[in-house]
Nanobody, 120 residues
């Protein structure tokens, strides 16, 4: 069983910064991808950023140039540095880890979520 524990959410003013952390119970290299999703009230959960086991990164357009995903392999931890935060970034942020145990099969693991609130 995989455990993902998030931390780092909170309340920040627009233009401020936060860093989210996701500590995994095993190496990030064991996942095909690990990253962050968010869900705002009344909206669908959306991918924010992800990093593959090979190190390639992917960002949703609305956060490009403001957010950066990285990982510390020694700590099995993935970070999301969020700068120039906007009120529309307000959401619950979830850590996600994905594996492909067999072709065509995808398994997702989720953290408990951490609230990020950006005030205007």
């Amino acid at each position: 069983q995989v455990q993902l524990v998030e931390s780092g959410g909170g309340l920040v003013q627009a233009g401020g910064s936060l860093r989210l952390s996701c500590a995994a119970s095993r190496s990030a290299f064991s996942f095909n991808a690990i990253g962050w999703y968010r869900q705002a009230p009344g909206k669908q959960r959306e991918l924010v950023a992800a990093i593959s086991s090979g190190g390639s990164t992917n960002y949703t357009d609305s956060v490009k140039g403001r957010f950066a995903i990285s990982r510390d392999n020694a700590k099995n931890t993935v970070y999301l540095q969020m700068n120039s935060l906007k009120p529309e970034d307000t959401a619950v942020y979830y850590c996600n880890a994905r594996i492909h145990p067999r072709p065509g099969i995808e398994v997702d693991y989720w953290g408990q979520g951490t609230q990020v609130t950006v005030s205007s």
